[in-house]
C-alpha cells in the first residue's frame, strides 16, 4: 500500500482531488490510499505515509516539510498548480507515484 498525504491550509480544499485521485487508483486497481490534512495535522499523519505533496497555496511549506519528511526517505513535492486548479486527479496521482520509483 502506498500511503499519499496532500496539505493543504485547512484539509478541505484538496478533499475532492483526494476523492479523484482514490477513485483513479480504484479504477486502476492500484493499492494506493491518499488522505488530505491540514498543515496543523501533518505530525499526527507523517509516520503513516510514503509521498507528501502541498498544495500549491502552501507551496512555502516545502523547506520545512522536507526538513521534516526527508530523514524518514518520504518525498515531498508540490502539485502543479494546473493539476490542482482543474483537479486532475489523474495527473496527480501520477506526479505522486513517480517520487517513489
Not at 12 to 36: F, G, Q, Y
Not at 46 to 60: E, F, H
Amino acid at each position: 500500500m502506498v500511503n499519499i498525504m496532500l496539505v493543504c491550509s485547512a484539509g478541505m480544499s484538496t478533499s475532492l482531488l483526494v476523492s479523484k485521485m482514490n477513485k483513479v487508483a480504484k479504477e486502476r486497481e492500484l493499492d494506493v490510499n491518499v488522505i488530505a490534512v491540514a498543515e496543523a495535522d501533518v505530525k499526527n499523519n507523517m509516520d503513516k505515509v510514503d509521498i507528501v505533496l502541498l498544495g500549491p497555496q502552501v507551496r512555502y511549506l516545502l523547506p520545512k516539510m522536507k526538513e521534516l519528511m526527508e530523514p524518514k526517505n518520504v518525498p515531498v513535492d508540490v502539485v502543479n498548480t494546473i493539476d490542482y486548479g482543474t483537479m486532475n486527479g489523474e495527473k496527480v496521482l501520477e506526479h505522486a507515484l513517480s517520487l517513489v520509483k
